[in-house]
């Protein structure tokens, strides 16, 4: 389990009482490692399964004709890129074969299994799994179940880039009685069949894929963004960023050498409320959920140093409040206040951890998510081939699926509170 912070190795404190040597443990909780400029390896998997095949007929703006060619030179930059194919299994490809997914001849596939490529799925690379986010018997829970257990409980993101691109050919397993449509778009971009690039990895790594996609692309199809992280804004809300205003009955300190995601204060008199404001601006990231910043909530936690181990404290009256700046966007005023002799074991180290997060109802999927999904049932007989089957249902469980395995957060303030 990746640390919270980096582990502070041989820190020592003068304590106000009796001038006793203290150590200090590592601090508590999980935030994976800031991350370095190393190599990024990449695995690309694509749906080789018939539904795909309409995709490759289509000259006129088709970005997934592109595709292999982009994908590979995008993350190429990067590190080592692989390629594979799936349909119910998956088979890696060799050389420039990847190549071959421009031409219909290869989607032959009967059935789609993209959780067995979740399943497959390396952690420590970027993962970029190309299809229609359809799944044989529908089972699009099993991906899902998958996708929380192997990458949203291990503090990773997971991205969805999906694009309007001219089709011609076969749409599958419509509705509870399995239908089958021919469907043609034309070259009529009202008319385009989405597919999508679901992206799987390291929160930095997801992010700066997307903004690196973004970029690359020429043609104007309709493309849509979502991502879904720990981490809800494009640059990391910690102490390493936040800009330091008013503060009442601390002062800074820097004694123990911290990671400068987190701050050191001392205290003026253990027996006054303490309080310090800082400015916090909301920067989100391509992708990023609408937001309802009206109510938040805070999980706070308290822990002191009890010889070798932090030890939770029960008592607690530790307050956040958030001001939005009517006159800057984006700008907000943060204020945490507490009351020591309440809050903190006075004589001790003390680390404040506070989490700051969206309710469920403020959190949200983006708007193109809804316009693109189309649900159908046994009895209807005309299909809208320009929408993807139940879309906002499947994006809609990864949407909840993160929000209860790890409560994405929009800052991380933590403190050390000296004796």
Known sequence: MKKFFLIICAAILICGCGNKIQT???????????????????????????????????????????????????????????????????????????????????YNEPIT???NVVA????????????????????????????????????????????RNPFNGEIFDVGLNAAKFNYNSFDDPNRYR???????????VVKNFLRKFNERQTLPNDTGYLVLTENLTETPSDFSNFELGEVENFYSDDTLGLDNRVKEFGLDNFNEAASFIFTWQYNPPLGACP?????????????????????????????????????????????VSLTPEKSLAEGKLNFVRIKVMPKDFGYKL?????????????????????????????????????FATSRPALMQINFVVTP
């Open 366 to 402: 983006p708007t193109w998510v809804e316009l693109w999904s189309v649900n159908v049932d046994g009895a209807t007989k005309i299909f809208d081939g320009s929408k993807t089957l139940n879309l906002t249902r499947i994006l809609g469980s990864l949407k909840d699926s993160i």
């Open 24 to 106: 200090v443990p590592p601090l508590p909780g999980t935030l994976p490692d800031i991350l370095t400029a190393e190599k990024i390896d990449t695995d690309i998997y694509f749906d080789a399964t018939v539904s795909m095949k309409g995709f490759t007929t289509l000259a006129t703006s088709n970005v997934y004709l592109t595709l292999p060619d982009l994908l590979g030179d995008l993350c190429g930059s990067q590190g080592e890129v692989k390629f594979f194919s799936f349909g119910e299994q998956i088979h890696p490809l060799d050389g420039r074969s990847h190549r071959q997914f421009t031409t219909p001849e290869v």
């Open 120 to 163: 497959r799925a390396d952690t420590n690379h970027l993962s970029v799994i190309v299809t229609d986010l359809f799944e044989s018997e529908s089972d699009w829970s099993n991906v899902t179940q998958n996708l929380r257990e192997k990458f949203f409980a291990n503090h990773l993101a997971v991205a969805v880039i999906g694009i």
């Open 194 to 204: 989405p597919f999508y690039l679901l992206v799987m990895g390291r929160d930095e």
């Open 113 to 115: 299994a993209v959780a």
């Open 291 to 335: 937001l309802d910043l009206s109510e938040v909530d805070t999980s706070i936690e308290i822990f002191s140093v009890e010889g070798e181990e932090w030890t939770p404290l029960e008592k607690n009256d530790t307050r956040v409040s958030l001001l939005k700046d009517e006159r800057q966007s984006g700008i907000f005023l943060v204020k």
